[in-house]
């Protein structure tokens, strides 16, 4: 599986941004898909998983700003993220894994990453 983010920029505090997440794959429709985040000197960590059918958990420090969808037919992932803030300034990540019979979190072992966009808020 190869994931490619797109839609990364320098935005203004309370401004929004798309990103999205282009896997190139027939069979991510299936997979277990997230959202990570990563700031310079600290881990990277999970924000949002979706599983294949769309349902999506959220990490509270992005709930209610954030919304990750996907469009399996054209196997993209995609993160709304409205009314940014500067501590969202960071390295955003697409990630994906089988199910594996597990549920869908940001806790999960992903085993396919992106190169990473860069969001920076000011």
């Known amino acids: 599986v190869q994931l490619v983010e797109s839609g990364g920029g320098s935005v203004q505090a309370g401004e929004s941004l798309t990103l999205s997440c282009a896997a190139y794959?027939?069979?991510?429709?299936?997979?277990?898909m997230a959202w990570f985040r990563q700031v310079p000197g600290e881990e990277r960590g999970g924000i949002a998983a979706i599983d294949s059918t769309g349902y999506t958990q959220y990490v509270d420090s992005v709930k209610g700003r954030f919304t990750s969808s996907r469009d399996n037919a054209e196997n993209t992932l995609y993160l709304q993220m409205n009314n940014l803030k500067p501590e969202d300034t960071a390295m955003y990540y697409c990630?994906?894994?089988?199910?594996?019979?597990?549920?869908?979190?940001?806790?999960?072992?992903?085993?396919?990453w992106g190169q990473g966009t860069q969001v920076t808020v000011s």
């Open positions: 990630a994906a894994d089988p199910p594996r019979g597990q549920a869908c979190t940001v806790s999960l072992t992903f085993g396919y």
């Open positions: 794959t027939s069979s991510s429709a299936r997979h277990h």
